[in-house]
Structures are given as structure tokens and as C-alpha cells.
């Protein structure tokens, strides 16, 4: 005899690819986010418009801002610009060289390497959005 489902069924997930929604915006491979260290750091900022994230695995809004700049470098990934994460706890000297004093930092560079703007804290994706527009137009 075949027992009734029980009144929780409904709510246990099977096949979890099943339970999710097909999401236009899905990406499939790892983000084209660039992680760099002291010795190449300033190497890769050479030709293009860099938007680096200065982070650490510790840091609460860091891991909350990761997924969000990954898909930004997803839907971007076109565009000429370059995204780029640095661990500012594996690359002690970067950082505390450019005044990085809080994180997350999100640091844009123009074409030469140059600071061109810099967002402190957990930056909302408006904010995110604008600094790429920005960095879009220096690479016109």
C-alpha cells in the first residue's frame, strides 16, 4: 500500500536544477574577473580601463559584492573593459600603496594605469553601473 505524501512534500526539493527559474542573465563558466597580486598588479593595468575590487575572504560585504561584480563582468565582458579583484590579505603591498584603508574599495584606472575613481564601502549596483559608464567612456 502506498503511503499518502506527507503535508512537508511540497515543500522538499527533489532536483534543485528543476526548482530554478530559467534566468535570461545566467552565466555559464567563471566571471572574466581577473585575480592580481603585488608582482602583477600594476603590469595588467596597462592599455584598457581597469575597475579592480580590493577585498578579503573575512570581509562580510565583500562576499556580498562578489557575485554582484561577477555578473557585471559578465554582461560587460564586451565592452573593452577589464575587472579585477586583489586580495589585499595575500598582497600586503598594493594596497596599503594606494591608500586603500577600508574594503571593499572598488578603484577604477584609466588606460595609462591612473586612478581615475575610487567607491569605498558596499556600493549599491547604481553606483556599481555609473563607474563602468564611466569607465566605458575612457576607453572610447
Not at 30 to 52: E, K, N, Q, R, Y
Request: charged fraction near 25%; hydrophobic fraction near 40%; proline fraction near 8%.
Amino acid at each position: 500500500m502506498r503511503m499518502p505524501p506527507s503535508v512537508f512534500a511540497r515543500f522538499r526539493r527533489n532536483n534543485r536544477s528543476e526548482d530554478q527559474a530559467p534566468d535570461s542573465e545566467a552565466h555559464t563558466g567563471p566571471a572574466p574577473v581577473s585575480d592580481l597580486t603585488d608582482g602583477d598588479f600594476f603590469d595588467s593595468l596597462d592599455g584598457h580601463a581597469t575597475i579592480i575590487d580590493f577585498w578579503a575572504p573575512w570581509c562580510g560585504p565583500c562576499k556580498v559584492l562578489h557575485p554582484v561584480f561577477d555578473e557585471l563582468a559578465h554582461v560587460h565582458a564586451g565592452d573593452g573593459l577589464n575587472f579585477a579583484r586583489l586580495n589585499v590579505d595575500e598582497s600586503r603591498m598594493v594596497a596599503p600603496a594606494l591608500g586603500i584603508m577600508s574594503i571593499p574599495t572598488i578603484m577604477l584606472c584609466d588606460l595609462k594605469g591612473n586612478e581615475v575613481d575610487r567607491l569605498v564601502g558596499m556600493p549599491d549596483r547604481r553606483r556599481l553601473e555609473d563607474l563602468i559608464a564611466r569607465a566605458k567612456g575612457l576607453s572610447a
